[in-house]
């Protein structure tokens, strides 16, 4: 036991965090009294724009878990205008998302070509029930209120073409 | 405060009531209990769930009462809603009595621990002789716990303790001694009384705390206490990351209630003879009321004896808290090196300085 | 009672009697067993679901080897049916405290048989994001380093600092533990405004916790006594036992491939210290941790000073098909060398991927540094070769 400073320091250093601790109080945020809010970019949950999809199947197809449920029928819209042939359009019957599988990895988001899913960084939606874990259409329509616009980007970051 | 109460109570019964003797037995028995079971509880609250969770930069409980006041409630009402497991190949009958005799320990240690000049349960001429003898007891409650659990890590953890507690009884006494050759006695109420009655070298402001005169044996002292209780940096037989929880792994439910609220309780009766002997006990130095002996004391002490007594052990019981949660754990063969090559020559020359000082002085 | 009962209770009887005289024979004989202590699956010193077979002699190990396999969840096979990108979310999972680290490799891989590199700026933020990634994994083990020691309060400063880091890597990914974010051809998205200035006060108050833990757990006398002599690892052993990173460099030998390798990031581009040690035990495989850590954060700094502007992703197609051919790319991730062979047949996802994790390789030198040691150093020997159960059974 030569070298007693070693000890005492680290002594010193909890001693310091206890003051601090006391004085500026702990880094914790009491939930759910106090909530955190995530960054702009987190990966909450899955919001759909219906009028956007087509249901061309890119997202389901390139999904890793295959939790994305998807049924539609062609419909004949009236024509664009008078005289022209009624045009067809995909009308989506059900769009699921099962969050018991999603990996929340944003394959779905980004390789959808029509802009029609969105990342919300919502996380509060848990359920009591496994099988209340799968979003219908309605309830994915409804998360689109809580996306936020895209972050403004760092200084030196090229301008997006979409 | 409740301690307090709990002492008042008793001392007005063997004084101004007159109590029969098995009324005053009962009674003894009530505050004996009160006088364990809080500063237990206290420990638990106040340190170990409010100051160290600080220490960590965390709040600690704060969901059960206001700041987390009921958590120890909680948990009391959570251990015992717990179902209560005896593993198949245990020894069944060692193995339901081995907290019982570790909590019978602390309760006959705080026997001999006075709380103010007529509060005390017994004042027994060889208190602290008693003390040392009687906390030995939970090194058997130990290994019968980690034997007949029929685990190996309880095993590996009771036959840990076993010789850690033994090697860790010697510094210990022999710390002790070096208290009890100052003050002539080995009775706990006569040493209190011989620090806050005594003066340094003639300045009677402080009394004579033996922390001041005995400090090498203090040191000692807190140490041995540290491993007795089996904390960190000595907590090798609960070792928490191989042992799982060393003795106590198999236990569940109001067994394993006994054990944490035993550990607890033991570490604020430890306190409190820490106190008795080296802080000056439920004193204050007689000379700021101008006192001489403990038949001049006031009444009123009575009261505020516990308090005090209170407050010491706190302060006690904080540094053993510090050092648990600041430092790694000691290797078995570390601890038995330490006690047996550095505490035990250290507290062997406390006791010839102090002897030699004695006599000469 | 019937014959049957009374004759099986007999047997029953003699096996007893049989078995007690073997018994007093042993112990006549003054040789009694060894116990056979499992370190099991569920424990609170293996870092997940590691399994050690122990064969103890009281407390000193005779024998000890690791049983791993209890979190296999079939990576390379997965990968054999999934595209790039899905592979890529995969692999996020191996190493899930540095988890940017895991994909980094991969995509390297896909990216040479492609022929394509990215952009100078996304190979930039790749490597900062790398090097956050490796503080994110390291700063945890230094907190649990000290848990296995006996110390419990560092380990909650180290996640105290930590959720700084990783509210970074959601700031400019999207995920704290599965970022998800490397591309073949660059990175998916930019930089949120602001997140440099950020980055770089949380790089102070990492210093500050590196300087915090060395003061409480390195300096304290008791974790020296702990580590130090413990496990030593001569320098032929580690190197024929396969063990990389940090074990390495503790062990005396001057190795890091963010150095030796060339390959398309921006470690070449600052100024950075290799740190070694030549003593070979348990407290130079934490010192190096710890110093890395410290070299870490001056390298994300200096990176934050010379991000190059322009694009971030480079010309792909939106559907890639990477031709055939087969590549092997592997990098200094937190927990040693991790590295993927990418065999592919010019299909939309890999034929094979064989994936090299660097933890597997530490765990393999278990048997021989643990002979002779006592119980509480297993856990000591442990927590310094520190290795993640995802990467060792992927």
Not at chain 1, 2 to 29: C, D, I, R, S, Y
Request: aromatic content about 10%; overall charge negative; charged content about 20%.
């Amino acid at each position: 036991m030569a070298k007693v400073p070693g000890l005492v320091k680290g002594l010193g250093v909890t001693l310091g965090t206890l003051f601090e601790t006391v004085t500026k109080g702990a880094n914790t945020v009491q939930y759910p009294h106090e909530k955190e809010s995530p960054p702009t970019r987190a990966r909450g949950v899955i919001a759909l724009h219906e009028g956007n999809c087509t249901s061309c199947m890119l997202c389901a197809r390139s999904c890793p878990d295959w939790c994305i449920y998807i049924e539609g029928h062609k419909e004949l819209a009236p024509p664009r205008r008078e005289g022209g042939k009624p045009r067809q359009v995909n009308k989506l019957d059900r769009f699921d998302i099962d969050y018991a599988l999603c990996m929340y990895c944003g394959i779905c988001v980004e390789v959808c070509p029509f802009d029609a899913l969105f990342w919300s960084p919502e996380y509060e939606y848990s359920e009591p029930r496994i099988a209340d874990l799968l979003h219908d259409k309605a309830k994915l329509s409804e998360w689109m209120e809580t996306v936020p616009e895209a972050p403004e980007l760092e200084a030196g970051a090229e301008k997006k073409k979409k | 405060m409740i301690t307090a109460m709990g002492e008042l109570s008793m001392v007005l019964a063997v004084l101004a009531f007159e109590a029969p003797y098995w009324g005053q037995s009962l009674l003894r028995v009530l505050g004996g209990i009160v006088a364990v079971l809080l500063p237990a509880g206290t420990i638990v609250y106040v340190f170990l769930f409010k100051m160290m969770s600080f220490m960590q930069s965390r709040l600690g409980p704060m969901e059960a009462g206001p700041y987390g006041s009921l958590q120890l409630v909680a948990e009391v009402g959570k251990w015992l809603q717990k179902e209560d497991i005896v593993p198949e190949r245990a020894d069944a009958r060692i193995f339901k009595m081995a907290p019982i005799i570790v909590l019978v320990s602390t309760f006959l240690l705080v026997a001999v621990v006075p709380f103010g000049p007529d509060a005390w349960f017994t004042n027994f001429e060889a208190g602290i002789f008693y003390a040392l003898a009687v906390s030995s007891l939970s090194v058997l409650g130990i290994l019968m716990a980690g034997w007949a659990s029929a685990n190996k890590y309880s095993l590996l953890g009771g036959l840990r303790a076993a010789g850690q507690l033994i090697a860790y009884e010697l510094p210990m006494v022999l710390a002790v001694i070096g208290v009890i050759i100052q003050a002539e006695t080995m009775n706990l109420q006569q040493i209190v009384i011989a620090q806050n009655a005594g003066s340094i070298f003639g300045f009677d402001g402080l009394g004579n705390p033996y922390i001041i005169t005995q400090f090498v044996g203090f040191i000692v002292f807190m140490i041995a206490i540290q491993a007795e209780l089996t904390q960190a940096p000595f907590d090798m037989p609960i070792a928490e990351s191989e042992l799982v929880s060393g003795y106590m792994t198999e236990y569940s439910g109001f067994r394993f209630l006994i054990f944490f609220i035993g550990e607890f309780a033991t570490a604020g009766v430890f306190a409190l003879i820490a106190s008795v002997l080296f802080l000056g006990g439920w004193g204050v130095p007689f000379a700021w009321f101008g006192w001489t002996d403990v038949d001049s004391v006031d009444n009123w002490m009575n009261i505020v004896g516990p308090v005090i007594m209170l407050t010491k052990m706190m302060l006690v019981t904080f540094l053993i808290m510090w050092v648990r949660f600041s430092y790694p754990r000691f290797r078995e063969d570390q601890l038995q090196k330490f006690a047996w090559k550095v505490l035990i020559p250290i507290s062997l020359g406390n006791i010839a300085l102090t002897s030699i000082f004695k006599v000469v002085m | 009672m019937s014959i049957t009962d009374r004759v099986l209770g007999d047997r029953q009887r003699l096996a007893y009697i049989a078995s007690q005289a073997a018994d007093s024979r042993l112990n006549v004989e003054l040789e009694t067993e060894g116990m056979t202590l499992n370190i099991g699956p569920q424990h609170p010193a293996t870092h997940g679901t590691l399994r050690i077979i122990a064969r103890l002699d009281g407390e000193q190990v005779v024998w000890a080897e690791p049983s791993c396999g209890y979190m296999h969840r079939g990576y390379e096979k997965l990968a054999e049916v999934r595209t790039y990108p899905q592979v890529t979310t995969l692999v996020n999972r191996i190493d899930w405290l540095g988890s940017f680290a895991n994909e980094v490799p991969f995509i390297l891989a896909a990216e040479k048989l492609m022929d394509v590199e990215a952009p100078a700026r996304a190979q930039h933020i790749r490597t900062i994001l790398f090097e956050l990634s490796r503080i994110a994994n390291v700063s945890l083990f230094l907190g649990d380093l000290g848990v296995q020691m006996g110390a419990i309060t560092p380990v909650f400063f180290a996640f105290r600092d930590r959720e700084y880091v990783l509210n970074l890597i959601e700031g400019a990914t999207g995920g704290r533990f599965h970022p998800n974010f490397d591309r073949i051809g660059g990175l998916k998205d930019d930089l949120p405004k602001g997140w440099i200035a950020e980055t770089k006060a949380v790089m102070k108050k990492l210093r500050t916790f590196c300087d915090q833990i060395e003061e409480l757990l390195f300096g304290n006398e008791i974790f020296q006594s702990r580590t130090r002599g413990i496990g030593v690892i001569p320098r032929d052993i580690a190197l024929q036992y396969g063990l990389s990173g940090a074990n390495l460099r503790a062990s005396g030998v001057d190795w890091d491939l963010r150095r030796d390798h060339a390959l398309p990031m921006a470690w070449n581009k600052v100024d950075w210290k290799v740190w070694t040690h030549p003593d070979g035990d348990s407290f130079a495989r934490c010192w190096v941790r710890l110093q890395e850590t410290r070299e870490a954060t001056k390298i994300v700094d200096q990176l934050l000073d010379t991000i190059p502007s322009g694009p971030i992703m480079a010309k792909v197609p939106k559907i890639i098909k990477v031709p055939e051919g087969e590549a092997w790319v592997s990098t200094e991730n937190p927990l040693g060398e991790m590295g993927y062979y990418v065999v592919s047949r010019g299909e939309l996802g890999p034929f094979r991927v064989k994936i090299r994790s660097a933890s597997f390789n530490n765990i393999s030198v278990t048997p021989w540094v643990l002979r002779g040691v006592y119980v509480p150093d297993i856990v000591t020997i442990l927590a310094s070769l520190y290795f993640i159960l995802g990467d060792i059974d992927r």
